[in-house]
């Protein structure tokens, strides 16, 4: 692979651009001489919430229009958990990469709607907030992140962009949404507690012949290494 081929790699909720659990993919990319790029999403434990999602994918888009620039052809979109949620939202909102990995998808507003009732009643006071025209109105929540809880206090348009269930959250619409056909490798783990299988959610992707779902032996955070050989083995036919 040239050095002609971008890979934004973006970690989960809760995370960081220099994770440990996304160390050894980015080695094995690098090995193959991809650019690499881990931003610090707005997810991350430094940020918290501090932009919409919708903001945040149009930063990414800006991003990879500056690298564009400088004599980059293709885009891969490579997210762990959450970030896998929005490496596919990208491909709905913006469009333009020309492959996505997604490992162990995480985030699940509709879920997080249905278990728990007083999620449901600040889901439903952020989007009303946000129709009166007072997106500013402080949201305090609490956040699920593989059995973990933490609180949070955000503004109700950025809480809605994340946790609206029918929103760019919700994996199963934005996966039928993608602005073009693209190669996609989704991965899940057998021991990850929120694995679902291929029905939901990869089924529903738009037609690709290079469309891969697989099952590793990996759990929600080791699944990343576990699966590094193979994502670069899936992403070669970049270079052909």
Not at 34 to 52: A, G, H, K
Not at 106 to 132: F, Q, T, W
Request: charged share 20%; aromatic share 8%.
């Amino acid at each position: 692979m040239s050095s002609s081929c971008l890979v934004i790699l973006m970690h989960g909720k809760w995370s960081h651009p220099n994770t440990p659990l996304l160390r050894i993919l980015e080695k094995t990319l690098k090995e193959k001489n991809y650019v690499i790029d881990s931003p610090n999403m707005p997810w991350s434990r430094t940020r918290e919430y501090d932009q919409t999602y919708e903001a945040a994918l149009q930063d990414l888009a800006k991003k990879i229009e500056d690298y564009k620039k400088t004599g980059i052809k293709k885009i891969v979109l490579v997210g762990h958990s959450i970030g896998a949620n929005a490496a596919m939202a990208y491909q709905s909102y913006i469009g333009n990469a020309d492959a996505i990995v997604a490992i162990t998808p995480g985030h699940i507003p509709n879920l997080m709607c249905k278990r728990d009732k007083r999620h449901e009643y600040l889901v439903k006071k952020a989007e009303d907030s946000i129709k009166k025209n007072i997106g500013t109105t402080l949201i305090e929540f609490v956040d699920l992140n593989c059995g973990n809880r933490k609180k949070f206090t955000v503004p109700a348009d950025i809480f809605f962009s994340y946790f609206n269930p029918v929103g760019l959250g919700h994996m199963s619409n934005t996966i039928k949404k993608f602005k073009k056909v693209t190669p996609l490798l989704y991965i899940e783990g057998s021991e990850d507690h929120i694995h679902i299988g291929p029905e939901p959610v990869f089924s529903k992707a738009p037609h690709h012949a290079l469309n891969t779902y697989v099952l590793t032996s990996g759990n929600h955070m080791n699944t990343p290494e576990i699966s590094s050989k193979q994502i670069t083995e899936w992403l070669s036919f970049l270079s052909k």
